[in-house]
């Protein structure tokens, strides 16, 4: 992956943060009426241009702007800082979250977190239940998936046609595939994010997965994660699943280390 200029690297993320907003394919006139980027339009172009030869950007037949690749978005996540950009405030988000007590009351507490992952992010939003920290000790049918948000999803753009529906709907419903995929998207230490191809899974190669895990005592830990297309709002979807972490195994660490 090549280093890009500050410039190159304004302009990618400009393409990239306006494409998210509108779902469109970006041109330079965009770039330099949104962003406070002191080049002018021909400059833009013939950086667009650069950053296509790259492999950062492509170009549709049928329209004049350029749209992120897998490898754009990658650079941009590796080169953005995304603290503090969240909106809620972490006492309002934690006033959501209602203590668990037994297995039925902790499945019922997963799904609200699953809920509110969702209605915060308009996106679909996971909890894998907790398990031990070796993953291998652990068999995926044995484990439980909350899903919550599907809705969302189909009503994005990029989720028109009939045939990547149909893929994306097959993929959930492969509940044990799905729990494995989502269990080696999950880093141990910190949030992660998996975009296209990275997946290595053809049916979700058009979204991205945002995900981290919670602590959940005696050596357990579970995952939350926020499912949408590749052009998500990251800004607030990285904050938000590293803070709700954080907020799960406060509430949950020490209450499981207790039974």
């Given amino acids: 992956m090549e280093i890009l200029s500050p410039r190159q690297n304004s302009i990618l993320q400009g393409v990239i943060e306006t494409h998210i907003e509108t779902s469109q394919p970006v041109g330079s006139r965009s770039i330099a009426g949104r962003y406070a980027i002191s080049f002018s339009s021909a400059t833009i172009r013939h950086e667009m241009g650069a950053l296509e030869e790259m492999g950062y950007l492509t170009h549709p037949h049928t329209s004049s702007g350029r749209l992120p690749t897998d490898h754009g978005y990658r ?17 309002r988000l934690e006033e959501e979250l209602v203590p668990a007590d037994g297995e039925n009351k902790l499945e019922e507490f997963l799904d609200h977190i699953s809920l509110l992952l969702s209605s915060l992010s308009k996106e679909i939003g996971l909890t894998l239940m907790p398990f031990e920290e070796a993953p291998a000790s652990e068999k995926p049918g044995h484990l439980k998936l909350s899903l919550q948000g599907l809705s969302y999803m189909l009503e ?104």
């Fill in 75 to 91: 650079y941009y996540l590796d080169h953005t800082s995304f603290e503090d950009h969240f909106g809620e405030p972490l006492d």
């Fill in 156 to 259: 994005k753009p990029e989720f028109q046609d009939i045939r990547k529906i149909r893929n994306l709907l097959g993929a959930f419903e492969e509940k044990v595939a799905l729990m494995e995929w989502v269990l080696m998207r999950a880093d141990p230490q910190q949030v992660s994010v998996s975009v296209g191809r990275e997946h290595s899974n053809g049916a979700l190669e058009d979204c991205a997965i945002v995900t981290a895990r919670y602590a959940a005592g005696k050596n357990r830990q579970g995952v939350i994660a926020i499912l949408g297309p590749k052009r998500m709002a990251y800004r607030r979807i990285i904050p938000l699943v590293s803070r709700m972490a954080v907020a799960v195994g406060d509430i949950l660490e020490p209450r499981e280390s207790e039974t």
